[in-house]
């Protein structure tokens, strides 16, 4: 498999000449407000045949069903998580765009829980458990194809999860974690909490040795976006993420978007 990541929490896999796309976007909708002036450009697939877009959860800046559809073949699936929950308000506010973008799509859309696994092409996809900040269903994707593993985690909080997912699956390949550590405020979140919504950077790291990961491949982890008063993000995550794989013994790589890798 051969990988390379689009933007922020984006990334294209591709085997055998076909591709899937995770937590693709090019527009994050109302989320365009908390873009920094110093952030990664969005990168869209050439082509438009993906196979499948998984989504790990709704969030605008992961979920972009216009991108999705440039980005897929007319034949291709959305994977997603289900909401095991009974919908508040405050998920109308978090996912509610794209949900509504997901009803109206012409491509099938395909809810899946931890533990399910989906035959794309020459992909075979499972959905791992994943935590998040604001309480939104999400999962994590394990993506194997020729006998390698890759794992994205969007945009998760710390759980435990990670070492039976290597034990029923065996050690990953290339584990695309999220570690920008950033706290929130948001209106309706309140009182706001001073712990993270993402993993820190350390938990990053802690999360891939776990994983028995060949290489962390670090995504949701620089400012691209960062609100004052909303979306605050540590401001040394690159270091702190270099710094705490050196001593952990785990290999990592800041991988530049658009920039092919091998998995």
């Known amino acids: 498999m051969n990988w390379r990541r689009l933007g922020w929490a984006g990334v294209e896999i591709e085997f055998d000449g076909e591709t899937v796309v995770i937590d693709h976007v090019l527009d994050p909708g109302l989320l365009t407000a908390f873009l920094s002036d110093d952030r990664e450009p969005f990168l869209h ?3 438009g045949g993906a196979r499948a877009a998984l989504i790990t959860h709704l969030h605008r800046d992961h979920a972009d069903v216009a991108a999705i559809e440039r980005a897929c073949a007319p034949d291709a699936r959305v994977l997603r998580p289900i909401a095991d929950t009974v919908p508040s308000a405050l998920d ?16 099938e859309v395909v809810g899946c829980r931890p533990g399910e696994r989906v035959e794309a092409g020459p992909f075979a996809i499972t959905a791992l458990p994943a935590a998040d900040g ?76 776990a994983l028995r990961a060949g290489t962390l491949v670090p995504i949701h982890f620089d400012r691209t976006y960062e609100h004052p008063d909303y979306y605050r993000p540590v401001t040394d995550a690159a270091e702190r993420i270099s710094r705490h794989a050196e001593r ?5 790589r800041f991988a530049e978007v658009g920039e092919w890798a091998a998995a």
Do not use: K
């Open 134 to 209: 604001l309480g939104s269903p999400q999962v994590s994707w394990l993506v194997e194809a020729g006998g390698r593993r890759i794992l994205h985690a969007g945009d998760t909080m710390w759980h435990g999860f990670w070492w039976g997912s290597a034990s029923a699956h065996g050690a990953i390949d290339v584990a695309f974690l999220p570690g920008n550590g950033v706290e929130i405020s948001y209106p309706g979140w309140e009182p706001a909490a001073e712990v993270p919504a993402v993993m820190t950077p350390e938990q990053c790291v802690e999360a891939a040795g």
């Open 248 to 252: 952990r013994g785990v290999g990592v």
């Open 92 to 107: 109308e506010v978090a996912t509610g765009d794209a949900e509504a973008a997901l009803a109206a799509t012409g491509l």
């Open 45 to 47: 697939p050439e082509g």
